[in-house]
Nanobody, 126 residues
Framework: QVQLVESGGGLVQAGGSLRLSCAAS????????MGWFRQAPGKEREVVAA????????DYADSVKGRFTISRDNAKNTVYLQMNSLKPEDTAVYYC???????????????????WGKGTLVTVSS
């Protein structure tokens, strides 16, 4: 079992930046693929970004490409989401997720993620 705790959410003006962090428990973090997802009010949860176990492969939703960067520090059991040039439509609860495999699988629902954090709210004002 993996526990995931997100932090770094908050209120920011459009055009601003935030960095989300996700701290994971357990010694297997370095062998897990990780992802960030978000759910806006009245909308379904969607993938934002994913990263494989080594950080060598990443994937992004088209809506955030060029603005968001996912990264990980396996020594700290932490995955990050750097969000730049934020837009009001980025407002959502952001969730961290982990998969019990080294690589994520875009062909699976939610990229095959097995564990989920409770989320952190990001609000972007116009």
């Amino acid at each position: 079992q993996v526990q995931l705790v997100e932090s770094g959410g908050g209120l920011v003006q459009a055009g601003g930046s935030l960095r989300l962090s996700c701290a994971a428990s357990g010694r297997a973090f370095s062998s897990y693929a990780m992802g960030w997802f978000r759910q806006a009010p009245g909308k379904e949860r969607e993938v934002v970004a994913a990263i494989n176990w080594s950080g060598g492969y990443t994937d992004y939703a088209d809506s955030v490409k060029g603005r968001f960067t996912i990264s990980r520090d396996n020594a700290k059991n932490t995955v990050y989401l750097q969000m730049n040039s934020l837009k009001p439509e980025d407002t959502a609860v952001y969730y961290c997720a982990a998969r019990r495999y080294r690589n994520y699988d875009p062909s699976l629902e939610n990229y095959g993620m097995d564990y989920w954090g409770k989320g952190t709210l990001v609000t972007v004002s116009s």
